[in-house]
């Protein structure tokens, strides 16, 4: 089982779910159980894969891309989810490629010390991804000043708000409906053509 609830297969879709999870299908042509699990609400399946290809995949964003999965990572490790961190660790360590700088990065989010890696920008924005995660009604001024100190951007600090909140939701998604990567295809790179 895949999750706590039933998923409808496609064999089993109306047309507004057929729909839904055509807008859903991975660059792998199938539908991940993260979005297959809103098939009994094919709207929230619609409005999920929207804001997540907003947040993390829109080309727009100028923050590395290493970095927001990097960030999507440290938040799922923050919240115990392994379904994001199977699938976000994975990106960030394709694309980092570096296979002992990745195995630090990792070892320090488990360890929670992300400064023995990280210093300027990086760190400031782990900081603030981790108070954001854990803290969200203690967070002040302060704390987004202090990624402008470090030379962020409104835009790159916007980004990285949204990359949290997005992966404190689908955290919670996936944590609260048992939903487990059987039977899907984990992480975006896993196919050597996917750049």
């Avoid at 042509?29 to 297959?36: E, H, Q, Y």
């Avoid at 320090?108 to 023995?116: C, G, K, N």
């Avoid at 704390?143 to 997005?166: R, S």
């Amino acid at each position: 089982m895949s999750a706590w609830i039933s998923m409808i297969s496609d064999a089993e879709a109306d047309d507004n779910l057929l729909d839904a999870l055509k807008l859903a299908r991975t660059p792998h042509g199938t539908v991940d159980n993260v979005m297959r699990v809103h098939s009994h609400r094919p709207n929230t399946m619609r409005g999920h894969v929207s804001l997540y290809r907003a947040a993390l995949h829109d080309d727009t964003n100028t923050l590395p891309t290493w970095l927001q999965e990097t960030i999507s990572s440290y938040v799922s490790i923050l919240n115990t989810c392994d379904y994001s961190l199977a699938n976000h660790w994975a990106n960030a360590k394709h694309l980092i490629g570096d296979d002992s700088k990745a195995d630090a990065i990792e070892k320090a989010l488990y360890a929670d010390t992300p400064e023995a890696v990280f210093d300027g920008a990086e760190l400031a924005l782990m900081r603030y991804t981790k108070k954001l995660t854990l803290q969200p009604g203690q967070m002040q001024q302060s704390d987004v000043t202090d990624l402008q100190d470090a030379g962020l951007d409104d835009g790159q600090i916007l980004e990285a708000n949204q990359i949290i909140g997005y992966f404190n939701y689908v955290n919670r998604l996936l944590n609260g409906l048992g939903v487990t990567t059987d039977g899907d295809t984990v992480g975006y790179y896993s196919n050597s053509d996917k750049k």
